[in-house]
């Protein structure tokens, strides 16, 4: 790390003194600005065409953009899919900046007619970062006819999916809880519906979503793997407009509009009802289950003047699923915030915002004999502010900070009934995280512009709490605690801080073309606790304390990047290097469920993950889509004080995480002005798992032995889906759209876990469970008026 570091330092060094362009030597000024809806919010992914010379280039998630050009006299003309195109002239015979605002369209768009945008930015010193506008997202194939956010997340280079029937996702090689998933900057603590077959996002009120995978901004934290930045969409200003859709197992409602000329509204509500096809399957345990969600979103734009807007975003789902006999589970989100954004002027802009987010979980145990209650849940709120000044030359300055506060209920046990449990009830976990940021992208001459940023967190785990004091030099379990420290309401129990410095490089070798370098590190002081792949209703969030220190990944990347002046194709080869520091496994047999010395269970030890990523993606013509492939590997050592906390032998192994190639091709092919057909086929290596190499007889029973954590693997997974899509003719300023789609089309029977099993008179065998081995048929139909 330090070599990187002092040859970054060299870099920045030599690009500081880096003597005045190579690209001619006429002096050039820096054209700058912000593109912004009339409400004030920023239009991310906006393009600007700047003529004479054609020039292309796109905002940032702020709504900003940064160009060298010679002086001149320019036309700016800011293009964003479903708004007005708006032109301004410029004379750049100085510095200037400028601010666009856009006027959304009065028609309504024709679904066909989708204008692919370029998902990176050629120009601009980010990288390792996707861009998605939502209008493409309606074009993949849907599961039960709903398209998904998670699961077109797990299509783009570095990403692979947790599983079959899951909401979670993989990143370089990272866990799942290691992704920071946003909704409207909001904290999503589990976005699965139906234990995953649906996400949180309802794509009838999204804009667009980010994916930041390295050369992350000083502003982003508290995870150590990624950053998906989902963002809703504004209520229209110029009238009121309705969206429905129905599927076989789902409806959906939304409304959008103006309420005064100041005030817009968007309201939308989903719910699914899954259980009536269940009693048509042949087996007990499915016909006997049962299954239910519903979600609500409420975002309202208060436009106060010309300089100041107020937002309000808000969510709030249940879900609930009922196995035959024996459980049912019922977990909730609710979260939303309040911005307030002010501009002072072409320069300085600031957005104040308070966020809270509630994840709740409740399982019941019906079974006669063991009738119980069990409830957990973690609750987040946050306040901090965000200011971006644009007042000195070839400067882009980003600044802010703030607080958050965690309350983890890990667990709450209550027997009813005829029960022989014992009630049980785990401590409050609580803690704060205070960070602060400054960031700044300087344009040191029209081929170099480099970004500095820097984070500091400083995080506070707060009582009350005991900790455990446990005998040196024997294994941690609840027979080797020494001693027992109690803590009271809000003392201060044990503090973590650093410093996270980012740093990006961009190298222009011409307007289509650039090579960039990153270097970030990060620090994320809350992670999950669970003994599975993905995230699920029954796992806990647990805080770093004084046992569990914060884990921490410094991540170094280097990439080639290529849009075509006519943005019809782009390319980009991303290779990355990431050192992990206290990595969490578990010992062999772990409790992890209501367990008061959880960290007696955990072993502690360091990770590292490297890989190199392709995408080639076709944005125009009737044919458009993308292939991505990724290498990559992600490995973990355990070397702990004991045998029994040391896993391997203290030799690395793969994580659970480790997949080495993943392969997605998105394809959509416009048939016909109505007609559009678009496949998603996925291969994956398969998950590592602890198999079995030997068995033994003990007693008269036979046992079977595992040696080596991680050293099998599950079979590889690959699927197919397709969706055919159809627009009607418009009646009565009614827009019908409809499509039909297969969700596993070859019916690949792709393993979720796998297991082993004795049968008598025969060595213990493995096999495989697979949640969905046979394709699936959906239908849909959405109307818009």
């Known amino acids: 790390m330090h070599r990187f570091a002092s040859l970054l330092t060299l870099l920045l060094l030599f690009s500081f003194f880096y003597a005045e362009p190579a690209i001619g030597q006429e002096r050039h000024y820096e054209l700058s600005g912000t593109i912004s809806s009339q409400s004030g919010e920023p239009m991310a992914g906006a393009y600007v065409l700047i003529n004479p010379g054609n020039k292309t280039i796109s ?3 702020r709504g900003r953009f940064s ?3 010679p002086p001149g006299e320019y036309t700016l003309e800011s293009q964003y899919l479903g708004m007005e195109r708006v032109e301004q002239q410029v004379n750049l015979f100085r510095d200037t900046s400028v601010r666009l605002q856009m006027k959304s369209k009065a028609t309504n768009l024709r679904q066909v007619e989708i204008v692919a945008k370029s998902s990176m930015d050629v120009q601009s010193t980010q990288m390792g970062s996707t861009y ?20 077109s997340v797990s299509s783009l280079p570095g990403v692979v999916s947790a599983g079959e029937g899951t909401a979670g996702f993989y990143v370089r090689g990272g866990s799942a809880d290691q992704n920071l998933v946003l909704l409207d900057d909001v904290p999503v603590f589990n976005s699965a519906h139906l234990f995953g077959f649906f996400s949180v996002y ?20 508290s995870r150590i793997s990624s950053i998906l930045d989902v963002q809703l969409r504004d209520g229209n200003e110029e009238r009121p407009q309705y969206q ?5 197992i789902s409806a959906k409602f939304s409304v959008d509009g103006p309420v005064s000329p100041k005030l817009t509204i968007l309201a939308a509500g989903r719910a699914a009802y899954p259980t009536y096809l269940l009693r048509m399957f042949n087996s007990d345990n499915i016909r006997n289950s049962s299954g239910h969600f519903y979600d609500l979103n409420l975002k309202a734009n208060y436009k106060l003047n010309e300089n100041n807007t107020v937002s309000f975003s808000s969510y709030h789902s249940n879900d609930g699923f009922k196995f035959p006999f024996d459980t049912t589970y019922q977990w909730s989100n609710t979260l939303g915030n309040i911005k307030w954004t002010h501009v002072y002027g072409n320069s300085l802009s600031s957005t104040v915002t308070v966020a809270k987010s509630t994840y709740t979980n409740q399982i019941e145990g019906i079974a006669t004999g063991d009738e119980f209650n069990m409830s957990s849940g973690i609750d987040f709120t946050q306040i901090k502010a965000d200011l971006g000044y644009f007042g000195l030359e070839r400067h882009a300055i980003d600044f802010g900070g703030g607080a958050s506060y965690y309350t983890i209920e890990p667990g709450k046990l209550e027997p009813y009934g005829t029960s022989s449990l014992n009630p049980r009830e785990l401590q409050i976990d609580k803690g704060t995280e205070y960070h602060a940021y400054l960031n700044d992208e300087v344009t040191l001459n029209p081929r170099w512009t480099v970004s500095l940023g820097l984070r500091h967190t400083y995080f506070v785990k707060r009582g009350p709490t005991d900790v455990y004091v446990f005998a040196e030099g024997r294994p941690r379990s609840e027979t080797s605690i020494t001693d027992t420290t109690h803590y009271g309401e809000g003392s201060k129990v044990h503090t973590y801080q650093g410093l996270e410095p980012r740093a990006s490089v961009r190298f222009l070798l011409n307007d289509t073309r650039s090579l960039k370098a990153s270097y970030s590190r990060t620090r994320q002081y809350l992670q999950l606790v669970t003994n599975t ?8 969030w647990k805080l770093a304390n004084t046992h569990i220190q914060p884990q921490i990944a410094d991540q170094v990347a280097v990439g080639y990047f290529y849009v075509k002046p006519d943005n019809a194709y782009e390319f980009s080869w991303e290779v990355y290097y990431k050192w992990l520091q206290n990595q969490v496994d578990y010992k062999d047999g772990a409790v992890l469920l209501l367990n008061p010395a959880l960290e007696a269970e955990l072993l502690i030890g360091k990770g590292m993950a490297y890989g190199s990523e392709w995408l080639l993606k076709k ?51 416009q048939l016909h002005p109505k007609w559009t057909v678009s496949g998603n086929f996925n291969y994956t290596t398969g998950r590592p798992i602890t198999a079995s190499d030997s068995w033994y007889r003990y007693h008269g029973h036979i046992f079977a032995n595992y040696v080596g954590r991680n050293q099998a693997r599950m079979p590889d997974y690959h699927r197919l889906d397709a969706s055919l899509n159809y627009e009607f003719e418009k009646r009565k300023r009614v827009a019908y759209t409809a499509s039909f789609s297969v969700y596993n089309l070859y019916g690949r029977k792709n393993a979720y876990s796998t297991f082993f099993r004795h049968y008598y008179g025969r060595p213990p065998g493995a096999y495989k469970l697979a949640i969905i081995g046979v394709p699936i048929p959906s239908i849909n139909l959405n109307a818009r008026f």
Request: hydrophobic content about 35%; overall charge neutral.
């Open 244 to 248: 429905a859709g129905i599927s076989p």
């Open 59 to 61: 905002t940032d998630e």
């Open 533 to 540: 792949a993905a995230i699920t209703p029954v796992d806990v």
């Open 202 to 221: 309802n794509p009838d009120v999204l804009k667009s979503y980010t994916l930041h995978r390295s050369g992350i901004s000083a502003r982003y934290g």
């Open 67 to 69: 160009v060298s050009l």
């Open 619 to 669: 944005n125009t013509g009737r044919t458009t889509g993308w292939l991505s492939l990724t290498y990559s590997r992600s490995m973990r050592q355990i070397d702990g004080e004991t045998p029994e906390e040391t896993i391997n032998s203290g030799n690395w192994y793969p994580s659970n995480y480790d997949k080495p190639l993943n392969l997605n091709v998105f394809l959509n092919r």
């Open 132 to 151: 998605m506008d939502v209008k493409l997202l309606t074009k993949m194939p849907a599961l039960l006819g709903e398209v998904d956010v998670i699961r």
